[in-house]
T-cell receptor, first 116, second 111 residues
Framework: GAVVSQHPSWVICKSGTSVKIECRSL??????MFWYRQFPKQSLMLMAT?????????EQGVEKDKFLINHASLTLSTLTVTSAHPEDSSFYIC????????????FGPGTRLTVL | GENVEQHPSTLSVQEGDSAVIKCTYS??????FPWYKQELGKRPQLIID?????GEKKDQRIAVTLNKTAKHFSLHITETQPEDSAVYFC??????????FGDGTTLTVKP
């Protein structure tokens, strides 16, 4: 149990376009999902906390207008990178916490974004 | 906010030896401390975790110790194998579930 999927697994886009990444909890309800960004050989950096039915909470330094997060249901959160630039190229990973669970987070497989 | 420091950044051991990775945290409200193993291009994989009401936990070759007073916790891997080679991250989390990760340790186990 506790499986989290992400789609797409990789995407290549042109500079200036927008990219949407989906994160789904397949067999449990997730009231909270987290979005991380990981640059090569670096740690996971939390971008924002996504709560079902409410606005996301962004970490300091993360532009909310550039990284749009929507958590419309208990099993789906989306991250849209708007007007992507080459410096946005990174590995984006989501995680989900069970509604009735402990603090354990279940990670998605990640999305490799390359902006040309 | 929470600050997690992890050492060492790289660790090389001979197969069969033990490996120890240490982390410190700053927020006394943190009460959940997971350890993750991440292979290149893949998601972090939870290998062991410990909660603040426990001082030590063991699962076969892997053990974690927690010192709440000193705000540090450690990962111990015994009888290391080449397949243990990966990047290991510690993390500290509060009841809100938000986790702060350490910078990672690249473990290399030489056959």
């Amino acid at each position: 149990g506790a499986v989290v999927s992400q789609h797409p697994s990789w995407v290549i886009c042109k500079s200036g376009t927008s990219v949407k990444i989906e994160c789904r909890s397949l067999d449990f309800q997730a009231t909270t999902m987290f979005w991380y960004r990981q640059f090569p050989k670096q740690s996971l950096m939390l971008m924002a906390t996504s709560n079902e039915g409410s606005k996301a909470t962004y970490e300091q330094g993360v532009e909310k207008d550039k990284f749009l997060i929507n958590h419309a249901s208990l099993t789906l959160s989306t991250l849209t990178v708007t007007s992507a630039h080459p410096e946005d190229s990174s590995f984006y990973i989501c995680s989900a916490r069970q509604a009735q669970g402990n603090n354990e987070q279940f990670f998605g497989p990640g999305t490799r974004l390359t902006v040309l | 906010g929470e600050n997690v420091e992890q050492h060492p950044s790289t660790l090389s051991v001979q197969e069969g030896d033990s490996a120890v990775i240490k982390c410190t945290y700053s927020d006394s409200a943190s009460n959940y401390f997971p350890w993750y193993k991440q292979e290149l291009g893949k998601r972090p994989q939870l290998i062991i975790d410990i909660r603040s009401n426990v001082g030590e936990k063991k699962d076969q070759r892997i053990a974690v110790t927690l010192n709440k007073t000193a705000k540090h916790f450690s990962l111990h891997i015994t009888e290391t194998q080449p397949e243990d080679s990966a990047v290991y991250f510690c993390a500290a989390s509060t009841n809100a579930g938000k986790s702060t990760f350490g910078d990672g340790t690249t473990l290399t186990v030489k056959p």
